[in-house]
């Protein structure tokens, strides 16, 4: 209910400014809806949300399972931490652009590209967040793990995953929202197709309705995955937080 | 089954670089069916020394013949159980084909029926203590290592705890060391006594108590503690 309300203040807000700077700058919700409808009757709009898509999952997966692969190894071992280190900083620190610049360039305007300059951007701070996770694990629950000879893996999965679980969380909401932004850069750069292709298209022939059309739409796919997956995927992992007296 | 140990020494070297000597000269063999008591100070290096029969810590000096294939049980201070983990399910994770029959013996004895499904995080340290207790028996281990369990419970927890200890222990041939700085508790759970000294730790004395548990008398308790607490362990 509360979130409806502020969804109308939001519309309303909207239209109110559209009045005040002229249709030609910021085109009503109607236009808007339009041009977001008609797309949507061609089925481009589907086609280029469902491509943005499966390229966010499939460099999101692939960041977060290297990532966090990387970053418990840093966080226990202390040799991997020395040598990982300034690695870790240099990706930090390098700009998205350059990384999507430099990979199609080495490897052509190619889907792989893409993914991987992607997934190398949300790569870093994976490690950084699951380096701390590992980093901050209960020493004395290890030790009761070897004292009852758990076998590792059953170890792993009960003892040491729950207690990586918020930092797993952390990592995947930042994450996400890095993918989000970056995801749309790769695709304006070298891609045929894509929200970030047709936002581009958009842009060079100053259609701004189509433009506010391809952007809604893809912010309504972000807020409709954050609130039916990631809100209860994170509520589902401190429950028994919740229900701690 | 027996254990052997003979541990000559034990350091820790702390941050600034400096050695700390905390055993010094332990060395005493426990019988299947045996209640040994390590007794000493606060700070004597009881902990470190469970840490290394428990096979814990390898870095010292000696040797620990723990029998080969013996089942570890082994109750901390602190009861470490899984936070995200209900009270049934710490159980079972170290005891994962344990029969539902033993598991709702063990927690009846325990009184712990009623907390199956509670997570640790709602329970009383008490009540966690037990937790850990049912944990340590239900892998039914072969050398059961109990540090503390009744510090900070009040009297009349503390002895309803160390009944239900003393039940467990005797439904079951293993050997058993329990850490504690109560005399009442060691003499009356205990088969031998081992004083210990103030850090670095060695073996001041060893009392061996020939009466079984479940037949010494209030009289002899009283007797043995007036004994003991007599002797001038701080100019051994």
């Known amino acids: 209910m509360l979130r409806l309300l502020s969804f109308a203040l939001f519309v309303a807000t909207w239209w109110i400014a559209s009045f005040l700077v002229g249709e030609t700058k910021l085109p009503a919700p109607p236009a808007v809806m339009t041009a977001m409808m008609s797309e949507a009757r061609s089925g481009a709009l589907f086609l280029n949300l469902g ?53 199609y360039i080495w490897a ?20 950084v967040t699951l380096r701390e996770g590992a980093r901050a694990l209960d020493p ?18 009960h003892v040491i995953l729950p207690q990586l679980a918020p930092y797993i969380a952390a990592a995947a909401r930042s994450g996400l929202s890095l993918v989000w932004k970056i ?8 891609r045929p197709n894509g929200v970030g292709f047709e936002i581009g298209v958009a842009f060079q022939l100053f259609d701004i309705p189509l433009l506010l059309a391809y952007s809604l739409s893809f912010a309504a796919v972000v807020l409709v995955i954050e609130i039916l997956l990631v809100q209860p995927f994170e509520t589902r992992l401190s429950r028994w937080r919740l229900r701690a007296a | 089954m027996q254990l052997d140990v003979d541990i000559r020494s034990k350091s820790f070297e702390n941050v600034a670089g400096k050695r700390h000597d905390v055993l010094d000269g332990i060395t005493f063999t426990l019988n299947a069916g045996e209640v040994g008591v390590v007794f000493g100070p606060s700070g004597c290096g009881k902990s470190t020394l469970l840490k290394i029969l428990a096979g814990l810590d390898h870095d010292y000096q000696g040797q620990v013949a723990r029998p080969p294939g013996a089942r570890l049980g082994i109750v901390f201070q602190e009861p470490r159980l899984l936070p995200w983990r209900s009270v049934e399910e710490n159980v079972r994770l170290v005891a994962p084909h344990i029969e539902d029959i033993r598991l709702s013996t063990l927690f009846e004895v325990l009184e712990l029926s009623a907390h199956r499904n509670h997570f640790p995080g709602e329970l009383s340290l008490g009540l966690a ?99 003991l607490s007599q002797l001038d362990l701080a100019n051994m």
């Open chain 2, 129 to 227: 203590r037990r937790v850990a207790l049912a944990r340590a028996f239900a892998v039914e281990p072969d050398f059961l290592i109990l540090d503390e369990p009744l510090a900070s419970l009040d009297n009349a927890l503390a002895g309803r705890l160390r009944d239900q200890i003393a039940t467990l222990v005797a439904s079951r041939q293993m050997m058993t060391l329990l850490v504690t700085h109560d005399l009442d508790d060691a003499v009356r759970l205990g088969d031998r006594l081992f004083f210990l000294s103030a850090r670095p730790g060695r073996i001041l004395h060893v009392e061996t108590i020939a009466t079984p548990r479940a037949k010494r008398s209030e009289p002899e308790i009283d007797e043995i503690k007036m004994r």
């Open chain 1, 108 to 127: 052509g305007l190619t889907e792989v590209a893409a993914i991987v300059a992607i997934a190398i951007n949300k790569l870093p701070t994976a490690v």
């Open chain 1, 51 to 103: 491509v943005t898509l499966a390229r966010v999952a499939l460099a999101f997966t692939l960041a977060m399972a290297l990532g966090s692969a990387i970053g418990y190894l840093m966080g226990r071992v202390r040799l991997a931490n020395r040598l990982g280190d300034p690695w870790l900083i240099l990706l930090l620190n390098l700009p998205a652009l350059v990384v999507i610049v430099l990979a």
């Open chain 1, 140 to 157: 004395a629950l290890d030790e009761m793990a070897t004292a009852f000879a758990l076998p590792r893996g059953r170890a792993f999965r």
């Open chain 1, 183 to 190: 995801v749309l850069v790769a695709e304006l750069l070298g």
